[in-house]
């Protein structure tokens, strides 16, 4: 009768104040689940299956050169007091061609790159290449702010503590050493070496860092890492990139050179091989070991079994449980799937 | 000076405490003591909390008293001050936003109470100003101000009645809103004040404030042409109360003597207490147990790490060295700053977010209600009302309903339905009402069966005619008949029954107006002469001599009057009970059937009888009526002795039926409210039969319902004391229903219990407060204890002759009994504002009886009927969308956290962060966050048509099911299963970093990226699983929050962002995607996660319908065994579930 009164107040008859939007209403049925895991339990198997074979085909070859045993050729090194440029040798045998390309890492354990103050110590627009921050780093650097009076760049703990082994491998040929050559480009992150990391806009490289001193345990500055190629020095140094990014867990391994040159791209070939070590790096007051290590690396990256046992089992996993619900469905039969 | 603002402030002065003075009109007296005139508050009613000035620290600090949010303070000045793993920003910005959303909602509902209050205060009312009427806003009414009050309109606060314009110097008034008794009350003005107003020169002494509706105690000195002052004494019979309507009188004239918060009415109804549901106590339970988790996880790292750090070389190897400060740092204050950086790492456990999504969930959920368009009542042209969204969820969980009778449950429309003469059925022509199925076509009586003669006929509709204390309104004399032709159209007009006739009960008018039907008019009472309009159109005139009055216990009135021709004849009518036996047992068995049946449809009944008296005998009569009136000792008992003595060996003439509507849909509501294992509760304070009567009718008793009765009547049998009765009572009431009951189970609806035995409870006011006050003297609480055990057996209870405060006071009772149940008030009038401010739920109908109940109420419907849809939709699903919210809250934040305390182990105990801060931050704000908003308002686990076909499916939630300890461990548990995967089974993966196909290695940030991102789409996909109504909303933002983030971390790595001291992620998110192994772990995280969630849903989705099944399946089969076995009880209905 007054319609017009009525529609004042009356609440909006809409799909959603009334609640009554259309909705999908999804039932994890059997027809859909019994299924569903079986397809999904045969597809983890199947990738479970590539993963292992695919793991299992990479080779990995894992020298320890802590040198804590006493025969060990790295033994007299750890007794001397750092930094006396002690070289060790460590001698191998492939037995079988090493496939190519071979990767090169050096693997710490109980170092703890994950300690928040030790990660945190660093000065990024230092590293980027700001060069107001050369003269008074982050407080963030301390202890290594500043040495003599100095600014120390680059500052902080990270980069003060970074791995300065270096490594030498031969191929024995006759009784003679053939220096396999490395390749130390395109082991850091592609975005830290072009963009992330940056040194000053300065030429020569070396006038940035007047007044500044060189990080306490560095043997030389950054501006001499790498002198002989200068896309490679100073803070874009791929070793320097490498060791910047922080390891997740106590037991870590580094890529530190590819090999990809020369006779030895398709691999290390069967032989003799000797690795010279300059054993510069103390890892015995923390209890920890150093290992070289060669491997070859797939589409998944390095070995690593754990994927493929994980997919094997949780696939396999799926069908039983698939095979059990079918049997208990075909015995209870419970009629309300509809 | 000083000291009239010292009284006015606090109001304590010698002469002020005892008495407040009150110049009427403002004018000064000719007194010899000078009065100063005191200042009163004004007449403003403030029921909000906050002004716009006090809004900001008043919030804050509120809002800080809350424990979560101290907490979330303290974590927040602990980041600001300690050196600690994230920056202030992470735990601040969540803080404020909270805070922020959590103000702006107090303040807009607020504001809705300012709203309220406006309409109060500046509703217009007339004041007399030197004689000019001003129109002016009810707030700015002063005390001594001379207040004109029209008809149908609400007294703006408490008035002396000075004048009237009724002749008689009276004026009618209904105090339903106050009190709920609607029928009208007749107040005095106060004697001697002659007609001139203006010239009026009086002042009233009269007590302070108190809070006694029933109570005044004033004096008022009338000066009159420099004479002596004349004094009136003053009592409630002029005080007219704020909120009380005007009825019948086309205007009165009153002096303010109360205003604003010093009415009868403010005084009685205090503010409103902040409600609590039992969802944010079991919030703040399990807020507990994760603060304890919390701490203990904290204290765990701290004390594993200084053992770690014990060993050499760990402390502090050469790679790592400490700076100087931290060397000379004190051990103990180290373990502290350790201890408190651990619980900043690890505060993200208990979620910020929580709060402000809850929140959320409830302000913006509550607009369902408000919209929902069933509530809609095209009579008042208004929808439902929510006045506060903090108890949505409560509305799924009410296991006790109290209703109000008056106006709630009935219409309270009296409605005359059948008369019964000489057994004989006679039955108006209604279409609603087809019981018997043949009526007369016309005529305005319809005789069923032409049998009981004329004479009878007659003498049964003069006895309704001439048995009643009704008055005729004189306004509407004119209009009187043609209404009785359209009596049952509704128009804007007030219906006839209230335009016609005053009475005290509603019932009286109803007879009357039966009897008009038959053709019997009751013309009106003038100087002691009845006049009544008969079949004829002739005018009898009847003499009345005495009027009996009707009370409790008699439960039946009488008239004595003598007719035209001189005969002297009583009528009486009354209960059944109180007639049958003093009539002729021979007459009694024609009707009784009649009465008995009318009575189980719910039909207020009484009998009718007459008895003719000699002269001689009323003579005697006479005599010992005017000499028990006017002795001076135990007048009642006297005056009820002789009433006895006349009533008896009556003959009976026949019974009237008459009906109080029902509200539309009570029975069904209250069936539907009682399949859902709701006990209703029926607190009246009407009499006990029209309370019954109405139990019936709203089938909350049924036919084989056995009433167990504790009132004065049965309380008064034998000569026993009523205390030793009670006792009586009590134990063997306790012994039928609570020991030799078969024990209740779980699940078992009402149809089962009801095969066996259906019991009612019925107690009234006074039993009550007997039962409390000798429970508190000798065995306190036993009394209480076996009361509620009687009526938790009972399916049932009815509380008749209730004050206002005893309603509240059962109430409270049940709600603080064992179990403490959720308890849910409904009413209309003021009357039931302490029982819905005492109730965890209160509901408030917008009756006709003022807005008193709606105001005070947690949430206002329309109609009865409407509560149904309430509880058994809206409250079933609240309850279940924020009890998943809340678990699921817990849930996401304990697997979002632990990797986190895992991650400690493996780094040295240093509280490095295992994800960026942006994650942290932004993990409940941004990407958790919308999914779990939009499944609190819009899931639909079970559809809204079947959660009100099947009652039942209301108790699958009740008792905070949702919220117990186990399905909290339950959510746990998978927290904690999902946390430990994802850390470990990243953990494994990273046991050889090299995770490119290009040999690069990962480091932490990438660690912590996959870790996070398998735990955003864990979260979001298993809140998919639980969504069983996936609406477009929930599509688009569960999607939308995982492309989000996405999208969010490509863009948050792909910049090398200003102001940020380090730039963790950069690119660590697109390197993460460009690793097949990531990929496949993440995949199969996922999967691992959620494959114990797929299971237990098959298997629970299976029990699940089963178990419903099973329920759908029981009725029926049950119905039709029952059925079989009691046929004959053939109009038994079997209510399962209609």
Known sequence: ???????????????????????????????????????????????????????????????????????????????????????????????????????????????????????????????????????????????????????????????????????????????????????????????????????????????????????????????????????????????????????????????????????????????????????????????????????NVSWMGGQNEFLGIAYLAIGSMCVVMSVVMLIVYAKFRFPEDD | MPRKTLKCLFGVDEGSRANRKVVVGHRPCPSNEEIIPPKFCDNRIVSSKYTVWNFLPKNLFEQFRRIANFYFLIIFLVQVIVDTPTSPVTSGLPLFFVITVTAIKQGYEDWLRHKADNEVNKYKVTVLEDGKAIQSESEKIKVGDIVKVEENETFPCDLILLQSHRDDGTCFVTTASLDGESNHKTHYTVPNIGSDLESLTATIECEQPQSDLYKFVGRMDIYKDSQEPIFRSLGPENLLLKGATLKNTKVIYGVAVYTGMETKMALNYQGKSQKRSAVEKSINAFLLIYLFILVSKALVCTTLKYVWQSKPGQDEPWYNEKTQREKDTNLYLKMFTDFLSFMVLFNFIIPVSMYVTVEMQKFLGSFFIAWDKDFFDPEIKEGALVNTSDLNEELGQVEYVFTDKTGTLTQNNMEFIECCIDGFQYKHRDARDELDGFCDTDGPVNKVQQKAGREKEELFLRALCLCH???????????????????????????????????????????????????????????????????????????????????????????????????????????????????KREEVERIRLHVERNATEGYRTLCVAYKRLSPEEYAQVDEDLKEARLALQDREEKLTAVYNQVETEMDLIGATAVEDRLQEEAAETMEALQGAGIKVWVLTGDKMETAKSTCYACRLFQRNTELLELTLRTLEARGRSREERLHELLLEYHKKAVQDAPPVKAGITRSWSGANHDYGFIIDGASLSLMLSSSSESKPSLYESLFLQICQNCTAVLCCRMAPLQKAQIVKMVKNSKGSP???????????????????????????EGRQAVRNSDYAIPKLKHLKKLLLAHGHLYYVRIAHLVQYFFYKNLCFILPQFLYQFFCGYSQQPLYDAAYLTMYNICFTSMPILAYSLLEQHIGIEDLLDNATLYRDVAKNAMLQWLPFLYWTLLGVFQGLLFFFGVRYLFSNPALQDNGQVFGNWSYGTIVFTVLVFTVTLKLAMDTRHWTWINHFVIWGSLAFYVFFSFFWGGIIWPFIRHQRLYFVFANMLGSVSAWLVIILLILLSLLPEILLAVFRKNHGSHARQMKHRLPTSGTSTIFMLSQTASTHSFSWSD
Not at chain 1, 70 to 77: D, E
Not at chain 1, 93 to 122: C, E
Not at chain 2, 824 to 846: F, P, R, T, W
């Open chain 1, 1 to 295: 009768m007054k319609e017009e009164g009525n529609l004042e107040n009356r609440p909006s008859n809409t799909a959603f104040t009334q609640q009554r939007l259309p909705a999908w209403q999804p039932m994890l049925s059997a027809g859909v689940v019994i299924p569903g895991f079986l397809v999904i339990g045969l597809a983890f198997i199947g990738i479970g299956v590539g993963l292992l074979i695919t793991s299992r085909s990479i080779q990995v070859l894992e020298l320890d050169y802590t040198g804590t045993e006493t025969n060990s050729p790295c033994n007299k090194c750890t007794t001397l007091p750092i930094q006396n440029n002690c070289v060790c040798k460590l001698n191998f045998t492939i037995d079988t061609l090493f496939k190519g390309p071979v990767f090169f890492y050096y693997s710490l354990t109980n170092y703890f790159q994950s300690q928040r103050k030790y990660g945190a110590s660093l000065d990024y627009n230092q590293l980027s290449g700001d060069l107001t921050y050369f003269k008074s780093p982050a407080s963030d650097c301390d202890p290594y702010r500043y040495a003599n009076g100095k600014p120390i760049v680059p500052c902080g703990s990270l980069a003060n503590s970074m791995f300065n082994d270096t490594f030498k491998l031969y191929q024995i040929v006759n009784g003679k050493e053939n220096l396999v050559p490395f390749d130390g480009k395109g082991i850091a992150w592609w975005t830290d070496y072009n963009i992330k990391y940056r040194n000053p806009d300065y030429s020569p490289l070396e006038n940035a860092f007047n007044d500044t001193e060189k990080p306490v345990f560095w043997s030389k500055p950054a501006y001499k890492l790498d002198t002989s190629d200068s896309s490679n020095n100073g803070f874009v140094n791929q070793d320097f990139l490498v060791w910047m990014r922080r390891a997740a867990l106590p037991n870590f391994r580094k890529l530190y050179r590819r090999i990809t040159e020369g006779d030895y791209k398709d691999g290390l070939p069967v032989g003799n091989y000797s690795l010279e070590i300059s054993y510069n790096y103390p890892v015995k007051s923390f209890d920890g070991t150093k290992k070289a290590t060669f491997s």
């Open chain 2, 822 to 848: 959720i308890t849910l008030s409904i009413g209309d009038g003021a009357n039931d504002v302490s029982m819905i401010l005492e109730a965890h739920v209160g509901i408030g109908i917008k009756g006709k």
């Open chain 2, 469 to 583: 204390t009704v008055q005729v309104k004189e306004s509407a004399e004119q209009d009187g008949l043609t209404d009785q032709v359209d009596g049952s159209i509704l128009d804007e007009t007030p219906s006839p029954e209230e335009r016609g006739f005053i009475a005290s009960s509603p019932d009286e008018i109803a007879l009357v107006k039966g009897a008009m039907r038959y053709g019997f008019t009751f013309l009106g009472l003038e100087s002691k002469t009845l006049k009544i309009l008969n079949r004829s159109k002739e005018v009898e005139m009847y003499e009345l001599l005495h009027v009996l009055n009707f009370d409790p216990v008699r439960r039946r009135m009488s008239v004595i009057v003598r007719n035209g021709s001189g005969e002297t004849v009583l009528y009486c009518k009354g209960a059944d009970s109180s007639i049958f036996p003093r009539v």
